[in-house]
Nanobody
Framework: QVQLVESGGGLVQAGGSLRLSCAAS????????MGWFRQAPGKEREFVAAISWSGGRTYYADSVKGRFTISRDNAKNTVYLQMNSLKPEDTAVYYC?????????????????WGQGTQVTVSS
């Protein structure tokens, strides 16, 4: 069992930056690939980024590539999402998720555990 708690969301102007954190409970955090997803009002949950259990491999949605960076610190049981050059279309609730399978999954149902989400609002 893994419990995930996101933090770091907020209101930022377009072009600004935020860093999201996702703290995980449990001693098996390092065994899980981690992902970030987001969901805007009236839209389906969409993939943002994923990272392998070791942190050595990452994968991004085209819409955030070059602007967002996913990383993890297994000693702190935490995964991060650094978001730069934010755009109004990045506005959404951001969720972190954990899965025991391969890291390169963009499908929400393939993830085993989810956090409660943190709101990111980008003003124009």
């Amino acid at each position: 069992q893994v419990q995930l708690v996101e933090s770091g969301g907020g209101l930022v102007q377009a072009g600004g930056s935020l860093r999201l954190s996702c703290a995980a409970s449990g001693r098996t955090f390092s065994r899980y690939a981690m992902g970030w997803f987001r969901q805007a009002p009236g839209k389906e949950r969409e993939f943002v980024a994923a990272i392998s259990w070791s942190g050595g491999r990452t994968y991004y949605a085209d819409s955030v590539k070059g602007r967002f960076t996913i990383s993890r610190d297994n000693a702190k049981n935490t995964v991060y999402l650094q978001m730069n050059s934010l755009k109004p279309e990045d506005t959404a609730v951001y969720y972190c998720a954990a899965r025991s399978g391969p890291y390169r999954s963009i499908t929400p149902y393939e993830y085993d555990y989810w956090g409660q989400g943190t709101q990111v609002t980008v003003s124009s």
